[in-house]
């Protein structure tokens, strides 16, 4: 347990990074819609990153985008780069066989983390590159994920999302609504996106749903399938893809195996 309280500056200053990061093209008008945070707290926090040189203006100073520093922050984790190896030749043949991208995305404490996708160079809408995080009870891939976990390692998720300043975490103090949705995704099998979370981060025009992918029998990620709403019905998007999306789950799911198995035999060696 920390022995002070957070930096509440600090915490609103790293959620506006998030934001401007995760978007590239970020107004005032799409942080404050993501994050909660007051407009004026949104323009202070991205005065102070503009100062700090992690984001600057385009067009007109109406918009913001990260700048290289951002990278800085990032240089010692890699815990994703070996599942994002192993899951990339499976998202390019999905991709090819059902024409709609997918991401593949592991646990990061209170949130689902990217680590594959084969969004690049669609419609601005689907666009999503490696590193994005997703809310755990929002988010396709986080009630998919969510849903195969063991009671201990969900009362460990809830206690932290319970502690989350995330607007879209808040729901994880209420019981009742979290059990709802983790029975509603166990008798579906796949999990789909919460419709204020959908029409915020992209505007309701796209929908998608997930399935976990398990290693040895215990949930390490999971992986989605997108698609815009204006093109096919989520209910016939899963007719049609969802086998084939828990098969690509699969795949990933023993290839993590292996991987796993290789690694333990050239640690006793």
Request: positive net charge; charged residues 25%; glycine residues 6%.
């Amino acid at each position: 347990m920390a022995s002070f309280l957070p930096v509440i500056a600090l915490t609103r200053g790293l959620d506006v990074l998030r934001v401007v990061n995760a978007t590239r093209n970020a107004t005032v008008a799409d942080i404050h819609r993501q994050t909660g945070l007051h407009r004026a707290t949104v323009v202070r926090m991205l005065e102070t990153l503009e100062h700090a040189g992690y984001v600057m203006r385009r067009d007109g100073g109406k918009k913001y985008m990260p700048t290289g520093r951002v990278l800085l922050l990032a240089n010692g984790f890699q815990a994703h780069d070996r599942v994002a190896q192993l899951a990339e030749p499976v998202l390019v043949e999905l991709r090819q066989r059902i024409g709609w991208p997918s991401d593949v995305a592991i646990p990061d404490r209170d949130a689902m983390m990217i680590a594959a996708t084969s969004r690049a160079f669609d419609n601005l809408l689907l666009n999503r590159r490696s590193g994005t995080r997703a809310p755990m009870l929002s988010s396709a891939l986080g009630r998919a994920y969510v849903a195969a976990c063991s009671t201990p390692r969900l009362e460990e998720i809830l206690g932290c999302l319970a502690r989350s300043s995330e607007p879209f975490d808040r729901i994880a103090t209420d019981r009742a609504a979290v059990d709802r949705i983790l029975q509603e995704t166990r008798r579906r099998g796949y999990g789909t996106p919460d419709e204020a979370y959908s029409k915020a981060v992209y505007q309701s025009a796209t929908s998608g749903f997930a399935v976990p992918v398990l290693a040895n029998q215990e949930p390490v990620g999971s992986i989605n399938l997108m698609f815009l709403t204006s093109t096919i019905r989520l209910q016939d998007a899963v007719t049609n893809f969802l086998p084939t999306l828990r098969r690509a789950a699969e795949r990933i799911g023993k290839a993590m195996e292996s991987d796993l198995a290789d690694r333990a035999n050239q640690g006793t060696k």
